[in-house]
């Protein structure tokens, strides 16, 4: 993403703030995994997707004045030559302005003799902040560890959540986030063909993984957008399953639920496949309700449908066709083997954080995830696309990768030439 990007996100967001407002967001500390090692750090969204910046320990400051002018400044790592012998170079001031477009770069160390002074100063009475959690019981952020502090020091700045804010404007996808999409989805096909023509009765699920990793490897460092689902037979009925120890039996199918990223945008992909290569009646009976179903909701949705209506719509779509074929007996208990809904946002989440809509409208990207479970036959799968609104109707972003029984079959064939 061009720094005219991040540029036009933070303006749009300001126009929300009130006259007479400071804001600050955080990029995020690392958290220890053990004794000396941390987990790999992974920026807050909200701030990548503000900045541009992907580092640990970045503040943004905002102040808007009266007449809505904005002043910004961004707080970076100071240089620390032995620490970056340890763990790599540092964004330099000068780098975080070309990325960023914020022109005024300053050092952590300075940020909250800034903040008092900023505080004190008689100009601003409300502060935002980024006080989301996706559950109440996790672990505070530094956002929110910052509110008690000005809470105590300053008690008559108002505070105010950013969030909901910026998941208005994360909702909505802009031409250059759905172009990295693209080539997101164009990754993630590499990993899920590679998969299919590896694919043989008795692999392990480890295996099936390590082939969607290389093929990913070979488009650059960033890996999946999320852990890999990768499940065969018995294993299929775990929804979100990760340890890969399951060992592929002829017959079986194998469910994968995959992504990949490109430039921090991510896709969100399913393709369940039979790892013999060869569809089976039963697997391609519920396999061709899935994609019929899947294939009536691509047609379907379009600007202005009820954002509830996806969900609610696949399911009675595919309980017909399932009672059609003698698999159900009656709609009304489709939940027997649809488990889940799937129509999630994606962005820069995999489960986008946005705000959600009543109707969906042009821009939006979401998924399109039907899935049949069968635990009596031993079946169990997901086909699940990522869905683009256009001003008229929708497109399948994902429709290149394999979803038929006749293509994934002929991919398969071609893993045994």
């Known amino acids: 993403m061009k720094k005219e990007f991040f540029e036009g996100n933070r303006e749009r967001l300001y ?176 990993g899920i063909t590679a998969m299919m023509k590896a694919s043989r009765p008795g692999m392990y699920e480890y295996q099936y993984k390590a082939e969607f990793d290389h093929a990913l490897g070979q488009f650059g460092p960033q890996g999946p957008a999320f852990p890999s689902i990768i499940s065969a037979g018995k294993n299929n009925f775990c929804i979100h399953y990760y340890s890969y120890k399951g060992q592929a039996q002829d017959g079986d199918m194998i469910l994968n639920d995959v992504g990949a990223w490109y430039d921090n945008l991510m896709t969100d992909v399913s393709r369940g496949f039979p790892c013999n290569g060869r569809f089976n009646e039963r697997q391609k009976l519920l396999f061709e309700c899935a994609l019929n179903t899947s294939n009536h909701m691509f047609e379907i949705i379009r600007p202005g449908m009820r954002m509830a209506e996806v969900d609610q719509t696949a399911r009675r779509y595919n309980a017909g066709l399932l009672k059609e074929a003698g698999v159900l007996k009656d709609v009304d208990k489709i939940g027997t083997y649809m488990w889940h809904g799937g129509a999630h946002h994606v962005g820069f989440d995999v489960h986008d954080v946005v705000e959600t809509p009543e109707r969906i409208a042009p821009g939006m990207v979401f998924c399109v995830d039907i899935g049949i479970y069968h635990e009596e036959w031993g079946i169990g799968f997901r086909l699940e696309d990522n869905c683009l609104v256009t001003e008229s109707g929708c497109e399948n972003l994902s429709g290149m990768i394999p979803r038929t029984v006749q293509e994934i079959e002929d991919t398969m064939k071609k893993g045994l030439l």
């Open 15 to 190: 126009r929300g703030m009130e006259e007479g407002s400071l804001l600050v967001l955080f990029s995020g500390k690392e958290k220890r995994k053990t004794n000396d090692e941390y987990y790999p750090f992974y920026t807050d969204r909200n701030f990548l997707y503000l900045t541009g910046l992907d580092s640990k320990e970045f503040v943004l400051v905002a102040c808007k004045e009266g007449g809505g002018q904005v002043t910004e400044t961004v707080y970076v790592l100071p240089p620390d030559p032995l620490k970056e012998r340890w763990t790599g170079a540092r964004i330099q001031p000068e780098e975080a302005q070309e990325l960023s477009g914020i022109g005024q770069i300053r050092y952590v160390d300075e940020f909250l003799n800034d903040f008092h002074r900023l505080a004190v100063s008689g100009k601003y009475g409300s502060l935002y902040l980024d006080l989301s959690k996706a559950d109440p019981a996790e672990e505070d952020k530094e956002s929110h560890r910052f509110s008690r502090l000005t809470a105590r020091e300053y008690p008559y700045l108002q505070k105010r959540d950013i969030c909901p804010g910026i998941r208005r404007l994360r909702l909505i996808k802009q031409p250059c986030e759905i172009a990295a999409i693209r080539e997101a989805e164009k990754i993630t096909c590499a």
